[in-house]
Structure formats: structure tokens, C-alpha cells
DNA sequence: GTAGGGTTAG
């Protein structure tokens, strides 16, 4: 009796794999290998503390394997996510040993692992027999979470509904499915079941599915009111609940709600960094999420894929080539180079920072590619002005059996418009008919630019009256369509007619279609009055691009010194577009003062363009000044700039 | 001795 007392007392003490392996010589020694709870103590050791070949060895080799020694086996298999292995030997089990309560829920979490729906309805079905349902709620968890990771909602709510008295966990359960089964609403729907209908109190974890369905619904206000409930009842939560509000206020764009969380947050972790970053990255502030990033290697954290991908965004958005090529490096030491999701934010930033030669190694040595990947070299492509690769890549994708996604389509529409081939487009218009994406509603946008960039407006028109719901989308598309054709009066009305006939409100992208169209047409008082209409009556707040397209409609009709007061009123801080409206502006007008002006600004904010360098010198050179020209263009030669000579093309005529 | 949770490309 001593003895057995005494080698608990040692069991208690083991805490690394050599001192489990004198625990079972010793047991060995002393023939209490036999002694069922000393044996399962040392089953549980093993897969605390030893490599599993260890451990499998130690059970192949005892003399008696109880129920409990085939569970932490089994156990032991799972934790390390061998799932075949799980089942491999829960399938020997069951010609020695009946499975119990115990065992089920890790058989049930292989299947999940490893979605194997016949053994996990076999599981059921086994279950059902014996009637562990009711015994036991850890069953019924792992049958819920087993039917939500297949997919099953319809299975896993029957399994919930056996139960008259689900407790919080089995709740959790189910309301965590429908949140990662994309159905947000109906987990929240269910949550209000649990505390309204059933009085019972949430606990952390089930604050941390519901504060994900709340972020995937965007519902800010839902998500504020959890915080404020941990607020309020003191609710420590861990590290797992401060992340997902993190992500919460990450996805919906509030990133001041953000930084202070994090700020404030007293223990971070590698996914909390990520989130910070990714939010930096998503929400125009590119170079703080590279700061933040260093900041995090700096104080030893490691990087993982998650965060390379965001990090790669924000190089994207910053054209930052030479932390791109860094990220890389990064993804090759960790070996995660080709996983498909960082090949392909990889692919996105070489292509964004016009290295497309570099995206496409990557993309060729992928071993495998869905349907974004391909998307993203298409649209790589046509961003590098190599349009007419596009068709081949499209063409590729469908022999490998990749079906194509409604974003495809946008992308290769969009190639058809840069190549500008009217038939190509019609093509294009017949397979996403056949593929039934012709409601789609960024499809039919999509279309519409499409048949009017190609040349056909006619038929830009026959999508845009066959459309019976038109979303603002899809008016704005038409608008600009006019407008690439120069009929500023159509784009106009068509305008008019949205407002007065819809109820459609029109947004940033509509005003932008608006004023080119104004702008093309040389329509300025029309062109201001849009513009105060929309900064007074809709409130919207335009941005860079709807600045330089005033600058440009007011400066084309000559009146320079209203360009330029409309530049001073812009708030901080102004983008090379607008400054290069203003230099094309001054050309066609032969202003100089001004001209000197805007470039003195655009040699800051975008010094590497040849484009004004040009339009510059051949300024100085109609006022004759040619050796102030050709400094000028020795500034080009210098600096080794290039400009891509303008090309473009259209298909004269096609045969219908 | 067994269960539920946070970040991922267009």
C-alpha cells in the first residue's frame, strides 16, 4: 500500500517525457501495472508527455489496455491532428473495447478535421443505439460541431433539438455553426433564443461567436453593445474575445475604435497584431500597417501568413516593390511561399508594382490554383498592359476545370475593354448567359462599360434597358458610357431621369461618371452645379479623383486661377492626379506660371512619371525656350524613365 | 480523463 501511495505521489511529479517513461519501468517493477487507475494515470502521461511513437510504443507494449488506455490513445492521435490515425485505431478499438462517452467526442473531432461524413453518421448511428445522447452533452457538442464542419446545419440543429436542457456550451455550439456556416443572422437569432427564452448566461466563448457573426453582418452597433456588456459586468473574456472585437472594428472600417483597443489591450498575441495591421492596411493607411509591422518584429513576434498577406496588401497599395520582395523572402524561409493564399496576395503585389514577370513565376510553380489565383494574373495582366494575354489565361483556367466566378467574369470584361474587340466582348456575353451570371449586378455593370469601351453603345444600351432591376451601380455604368462617348447631354439625362424616376441615391462613383461626362463635354456650369449638388444636397465627400476631374472641367475652359482656387480648398493632402489635371490644363492653355506650378508639385509627389516631364518640356518648347526643354528631357534620360507610348485600339466594324 | 472560440487572397 505504501508503495502504490508513494508512486502516486511520483505520478504527480512527472513532468517531461523521461520521467513518464521511469514512472512505467517502475510500474513495470512492481507488477501495479495491473492497478487500473495507476495505469490510466500513465495513459494520460503519455500523451501530455511523450512523442507519439512513444506513447504508441508503450501501449503496444503494456499487458492489459483498458477503456480509458484505448481513449488516450486515441486521444493522443487526435491532439496532434492525425486524424486518419484517430480512426484508424478507434476502428481497432471497437473489436476489444466499447466505445463510451468518452471516447466519441475525439472520434467525432477526426471526423470533423477531416469531414468524413459516412464514418461520422456511422459514429451517430452508434451513438443513437447506445443512447449517449442523453447521457452525455459532450456527445452532442461533437455531433454539432461534426455536422457544421460538413456543412450539415440541418443535421446539426436535430442534434440539438434531442436536447431538453442544453446547457451554454451546447448553445455555443450551435450558434458557432451557424456563424462559421455563413448564416450570422441566424446566429444571433439563436443567441437571443439562449438568453431571452432560456434565461441562461452567456460566457465568454459564446461572446467570441457572437461578436464574429456581428463583424460578418458589419452590424457595428450589436458588437459595441457586447463590448460594453464586458464593460459593465467585468468580463475579463481572454485573449480570444479582445480579437474578435479587434476584427470587429477592423472589418467595419473603424480604425480608431481599433487603435484604441489596441492600444489599451494588455496581453497581444500574433493575431492581434495581425488584425491591426490588416486594419491599417484596408483602410488607406498602407504605411502605418509596414510601421506597425516592424514594430512587431522588433519586440520578437514572428510574422505568419496571415500577416505576410496583409502586409503584401498594404506594399500593394503603397507600390512599395522593396517590401514586397522582403515579405517574400520572408514567405520562402517559412516556407509558406506557395500556400494559395499568400502566392497569391503575391502575385497581386508584383503585378500591382509592375514587375508581372515576378508574379508569373510564382503563379507558374503554384501547385495548385483556384479561381482567384487565375483571377489574379488576369487582371495582373491587363493592368500591365498585357490585355491581350488575358484570353489565353481565361482559356487555361477552363481546361484545368476551374469553374469561373462572377468576379472572373468582371476581370475578363474588363480585359475586353482594354483590348477594345466588340466580338471578343459578345463572346464574352454569350458564356456568362450560358453560365448564368447575367444578373449578376456587377456583372451587368461590368457588360455595359464593356459594350461601350468597345465601341458599341448601341449595345451598352440593349444590357442597360434589359436589366428589369437596376441597382446605382449599374446606372452609373451607363452614365459613364454616354460620357466615354462624348454625349455629355445623354449622360445627363440619363442622370436626371435616375434621380426623378428611382429611388436610387446617387453615390461617389455616379458623380464621377457625372462630372467626366460634363467635363468631356466641356458642360461647366452643369459640371459645378452637379458638384455643389453633391457636396450640399447628398453629402458626400468627394475624393481625389472627383477633385482633379473639376480641376480638369474648369481648367480646360481656360480659367486657371479658378483651377487653382479650387486646389487650395481641398483638404490635405492632394494627390498627384489633381496637380497633373492642373499641368494639362495649363498645356492646352500655354500657361506657364501655372504649368511651373503644378510641376513643381508633381516632382514631389510623383517624380518618377515621364509623362509630365514631357508635357513640361514640350511646354517650354512652343514658347520656344528649347534649352530650358531639353534640360527638361535630360531630367528624363537621367533618371532612366520611360514612358509606354499611348496605344489603343477599337474594332472598326463587326459582322452580325 | 472527454466539448464550444479569434486573424487569411480578387
Redo the contacts with the bound molecule.
Sequence with gaps: MRVWQGLVKLFEACNNGESVAQFHSLLLKTALIWDTFLS??LQ?LYSIYMPIQTARKLFDESPKR???????MI?CY??EKKYDDTLGLFSVMLSFEKP???????VL?AC?GLRALHFGRMVHGFVKKNDCINS???????L??FY??CGYMEDALSVFEEYDQP???????LI??Y??NDDPEEALYIFNRMVEDNGLV????????L??AC??LLDLNSGRSVHAFMIRREIQ????????L??LY??SSSVKAAAHLFRVMEE????????MI?CYA?NGSATRALELLSKMIVIGIQP????V??A??AC?ATGNLEVGRKMHKLAVQKDFEL???????LI?MYMSCNSPDEATDIFERMPEK???????VL?GCVQNGMAHKSMEIFQGMIYSEIP?????M??ILAACSEIGILQQACCIHGYLIRGGFDNNYFVGASLIESYAKCGSLEDAVKVFDGIQERDVVIWSSMIAGFGFHGHAKQALELFHQMIKNTKIVPNNVTFLSILSACSHGGLLEEGIKLYNKMVNDYKLTPESKHYSIMVDLVGRTGDLGQAMAIINQIPSPVSAHVWGALLGASRIHQNMEMGEVAMKNLSLLDPDHAGYYILLSNMYAVDGKWDVAAEVRNTVKEKQLKKLSGQSTIQYSVQR
Design positions: 490510466s494515470k494520460n483498458t477503456a480509458y488506455a484505448w481513449n488516450s486521444k487526435c491532439k463510451d462517452n468518452f471516447t466519441i467526442p475525439i473531432k470533423s452525455s452533452l459532450f456527445v452532442g457538442s461533437g454539432i460541431e457544421s464542419k446547457d451554454v456550451v451546447l448553445w455555443t455550439t458557432t455553426a456563424e462559421q452567456p460566457d465568454p466563448i459564446t461572446l467570441v461567436s461578436v464574429s463583424a460578418q473574456g481572454g485573449l480570444s474575445l479582445w480579437n474578435a479587434l476584427n477592423t472589418k497581444k498575441d500574433v493575431i492581434s497584431w495581425g488584425c490588416s484596408h505568419n501568413s496571415v500577416i498577406i496583409s503584401l496588401q500593394e500556400d494559395i493564399s499568400v502566392a497569391t496576395a497581386d483556384d479561381v482567384v489565383s487565375w483571377s489574379a487582371s469561373p466566378d462572377s468576379v472572373m468582371v476581370k
